[in-house]
């Protein structure tokens, strides 16, 4: 959504949680925007870059902590030093060896740890997590209705397979990088408290009723069975 920065510290403040695109209120990275337009979308370039790796890094919102997902385990340690170089108190960065940059409970997810000045690499799978070990064909994406319904069905707490247990897993990192929780897997379980509780989307709504459309949302929502 294009938000001002007036909207984004509004609803960071009264909400807790905001999407932002950057770019749109970010003069350092005016270009990142028009650079990933004409590269990756216009030409159609299909090929990772140091662009993918660290475009991302920077954020106009200073933090002291971060869950940073990438495509490779070959750039974890080297992201890991550069969230340690700017400063970042705590950080984590994965890549799930099924393919995608975050946790999973498909496989075996390599871990990053960033804690001041002090690094650690280690690897989770699903038991460490405390969640099922599941298969590709239960986390795969169904398009975009599916997506939403699945989106809309986690945070009302009324999913309670391998999907809610992707959600789980990836928040309660979160958790646990934030000194929230004192391990992962706690926060894994704090984590699906929270969702099967439904108060994540009593937050969603706070958010869409500050920024987007409540009509929509209810339409979403009365699709769940």
């Excluded at 920077?58 to 400063?87: D, H, I």
């Excluded at 690094?119 to 460490?128: F, M, N, P, R, V």
């Excluded at 070990?133 to 398009?143: F, N, P, S």
């Excluded at 992962?184 to 108060?199: D, T, Y």
Aim: with cysteine; charged share 25%; aromatic share 8%.
């Amino acid at each position: 959504a294009n938000l001002s920065k007036k909207q984004v510290v509004e609803a960071l403040t009264e909400v807790g949680i905001c999407p932002i695109f950057v770019a749109y209120f970010s003069p350092k990275l005016a270009n990142r925007a028009k650079i990933s337009g004409k590269i990756f979308r216009e030409r159609q370039i299909r090929v990772r870059s140091p662009f993918h790796l660290v475009s991302n890094v920077y954020s106009p919102q200073s933090m002291n902590y971060r869950v940073y997902g990438c495509y490779s385990e070959k750039y974890l340690q080297t992201l890991a030093e550069l969230f340690m170089k700017l400063g970042f108190k705590r950080s984590l960065t994965m890549y799930a060896e099924i393919g995608i940059p975050e946790f999973s409970n498909v496989g075996k997810t390599v871990v990053v740890e960033q804690s001041g000045k002090n690094i650690k690499k280690y690897t989770l799978t699903s038991k460490d997590l405390g969640v099922k070990e599941a298969k590709l064909d239960d986390i795969r994406t169904g398009g975009k209705e599916q997506n939403i319904k699945d989106f809309v069905r986690i945070l009302r707490g009324k999913e309670t397979g391998p999907k809610v247990d992707l959600v789980a897993i990836n928040a309660g990192a979160a958790l646990y990088i934030l000194g929230n929780q004192k391990s992962i897997k706690n926060g894994v379980q704090k984590a699906k408290e929270i969702l099967e509780s439904g108060r994540s989307y009593i937050v969603l709504e706070e958010l869409v009723r500050k920024l987007g459309s409540e009509t929509a949302l209810e339409t979403w929502s009365d699709k769940i069975v």
